[in-house]
């Protein structure tokens, strides 16, 4: 039964019906007896299984296809009506041949299979800040991860009534053919089209598709911001909580950032961290003056290789109870799971990402995929925010970028203005991971995290930024930063020790905001002084000298640098906001 009266989408199902010719169709409704229908459903297909009760309660492992691990980038569109729109860092097909080459693809694809309509809403349901979608499928996997992490149901339509204002998406696992595998947007046309894949990124359309690609186009055109963002609120002994907004590219510690543990010697005087999301922001400017942010997301999506009770205690406790599991290792012997980093402990009786025999021990191959991922309940986090259901979202005191730089960006260092900050956001790069397909290890520009994930001409995406810093009070704007965590030395390893020690960056960063430390002028910003950073508890793990050396700018590196970004730049023409070349222009007379 239709859960809808909203014509909108009553005609547009009918239409996907014509075309995939689903068996049947279910509704989605949110209620717990029905998901645990289709998780018994799957298990008895073998799509997913069921985990130890005692030990992972309402837990379930899934495998993909051995060619469906990732993100697909090369096979990803964004389909505006010229190329201009979309820009010359995304690929770009016509929007009226992309729709003829989808439909000859998806066509009868749903024959045997069900159609499941899910509603969802991106943020709490009902928020001003929140935008809805519909989403139909023909996986059972994909049905039981967007009830995770995006709130689902009859609610949603009931909120939406009569308005046309939702997204469309279309997911059709076909056969999945990495060949005609295509991750297609219709920013224009508010739809999404994804067929041939089973993967997170690539067919949970509400995260990149929606919350990111198409919700960056609707956000230019209507005032706000979707960025590739987590959020968290850092409290301070006194009881004030900042929130931070940081930008790093896919597999950057985004998640390990947001669920941050403090050290124990600012435990002890107070400090805590609280996560209020750890992938997406949508941002817009409140009635004071100040920008605020909602996590759109019910879950977290996260990396599971490295993922322990000491580099991320939050995220593995979020993992107990109701998640998802995605090509990771199965433990056989108490039905549990595992992967690369979880502890010294690789079980002895187990199956490989793959399903194939693993022992932990005689094989050199890898257990779990390297961009193997755990779907949890947002509300499992220990360290959840209570501003998370929060519908006017939190007042933003800082933005941050950051990347994998083995050797360029110190630890942190703060851009002089807003312009400046935008600047430095436009220029970030960082070596490429696993969380999509193709060389890890490269370094690429991938302005604020978004390169994989802007759903139109990213020289119009910085203008974007350039215009919301003129509508703010410079007094209100959030200050802008940029932090490394992940300088090496010339045997490869890591000189900042990272992970719950970076809180005292943030609280560097807390204490910039309120003019409360002073700074080095430098000619990327202001850096730290040494003694402002403090090493206290961790002078074991890293010395004095060696915090001076991973604060320090090389103005010979940054001239190589300036010149890389003036390369990056080029490709945007005219169409590159003069405020950047201007910053640029700055950066290369400094460093001279
Ligand atoms: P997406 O979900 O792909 O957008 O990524 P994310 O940014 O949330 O990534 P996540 O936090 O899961 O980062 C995973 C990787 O970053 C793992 O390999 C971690 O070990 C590594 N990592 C996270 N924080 C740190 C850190 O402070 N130092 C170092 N050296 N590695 C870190
Ligand atoms: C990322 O790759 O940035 C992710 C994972 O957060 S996915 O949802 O697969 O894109
Ligand atoms: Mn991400």
Redesign the pocket.
């Known amino acids: 039964m239709a859960l809808t009266t909203n014509k909108t989408v009553l005609s547009w199902i009918d239409e996907q019906v014509d075309l995939v010719k689903p068996d049947k169709i279910v509704w989605i409704d949110g209620s717990k007896e029905q998901i645990e229908a289709l998780r018994a459903e799957a298990c008895a297909t073998g799509e997913i299984i069921k985990l130890n009760e005692e030990l992972l309660p309402e837990c379930f492992l899934h495998r993909t296809a051995q060619n469906d691990v990732a993100r697909v980038e090369h096979r990803t569109f964004i389909c505006t009506p010229t190329k201009e729109e979309a820009g010359p860092t995304n690929n770009w097909k016509d929007p009226n041949e992309c729709y003829a080459m989808l439909r000859e693809i998806a066509k009868d694809s749903y024959k045997g299979r069900t159609m499941y309509v899910i509603p969802y809403s991106m943020g709490p349901i009902g928020s001003p800040l929140s935008k809805i979608g519909v989403e139909l499928t023909d996986s059972i996997y994909v049905v039981l991860n967007m009830a995770i992490m995006t709130r689902i149901g009859k609610a949603v339509f009931d909120v939406l009534g009569d308005s046309n204002d939702w997204v469309r998406g279309l997911h059709c696992k076909c056969n999945i053919d990495e060949e005609n595998r295509y991750i297609c947007h219709f920013p224009q046309d508010n739809t999404i089209i994804s067929v041939n894949s089973g993967y997170g990124g690539n067919v949970l359309l509400g995260k990149k598709c929606f919350a990111l690609r198409i919700a960056s186009y609707q956000g230019r055109n209507e005032g706000w911001q979707a960025e ?1 963002m ?1 959020i968290l609120g850092l409290e301070k002994p006194n009881g004030e909580v900042k929130y931070i907004c940081a930008a ?11 669920m941050l543990i403090p050290p124990e010697g600012y435990k002890a005087k107070g400090y805590k961290v609280w996560c209020v999301g ?2 997406i922001a949508w941002i817009r400017k409140g009635a004071d003056g100040r920008l605020y942010a909602i996590n759109p997301e019910n879950g977290f ?3 599971a ?3 322990n009770e000491k ?2 205690f939050n ?1 593995l406790a979020s993992t107990k109870k109701g998640t998802i599991f995605t090509n990771v290792v199965h433990n056989l012997d108490d039905n549990t799971v595992w992967w690369e ?1 979880l502890d010294k402990n690789p079980p002895k009786n187990a199956l490989d990402w793959l399903g194939n025999p693993w022992d932990g021990t005689t094989s050199d191959k890898k257990g779990a995929h390297p961009n193997s ?1 755990f779907t949890a309940p947002a509300q499992n986090c220990p360290a959840l925010s209570p501003e998370f259901e929060n519908p006017n979202g939190v007042p933003i005191s800082a933005f941050v970028f950051g990347g994998r730089r083995a050797k360029l960006a110190p630890l942190v260092y703060q851009a002089k203005d807003w312009n400046s900050g935008v600047f430095v956001g436009s220029s970030m790069a960082s070596e490429t ?1 696993a ?1 999509a397909t193709g060389a890890v290890g490269v370094v690429r520009r991938d302005p604020m995290a978004m390169l994989p994930f802007c759903g139109y001409n990213m020289a119009d995406y910085f203008k974007h930024w350039i215009e919301i810093g003129k509508d703010l009070d410079p007094e209100k704007a959030p200050k802008i930063f940029n932090v490394n ?2 300088r090496k030395d010339d045997e490869g390893n ?1 000189l ?4 719950g ?2 809180l005292r960056v943030l609280d560097w960063i807390i204490d910039r905001c309120e003019g409360r430390v002073d700074a080095v002028e430098t000619p990327i910003g202001y850096v730290p002084y040494a003694k402002d950073i403090n090493l206290e508890g961790i002078e074991d793990e890293i010395s004095y000298e060696t915090l001076e050396e991973i604060l320090k700018v090389d103005n010979a590196l940054w001239k190589e640098e300036a010149a890389n970004i003036e390369e990056f730049y080029a490709q945007f023409g005219d169409r590159l906001p003069q405020e950047l070349r201007d910053s640029l222009n700055k950066l290369k007379a400094a460093v001279e």
């Open positions: 590739h987590l790093f590219p896919s597999a950057c510690g985004k998640t390990n950032l947001a750890d992938d999506f996260g990396v290789p490295g993922t580099s991320n995220a980093g991922r991971t969380a965590w992940f890591f900042w020790p990272g992970f020690e970076n």
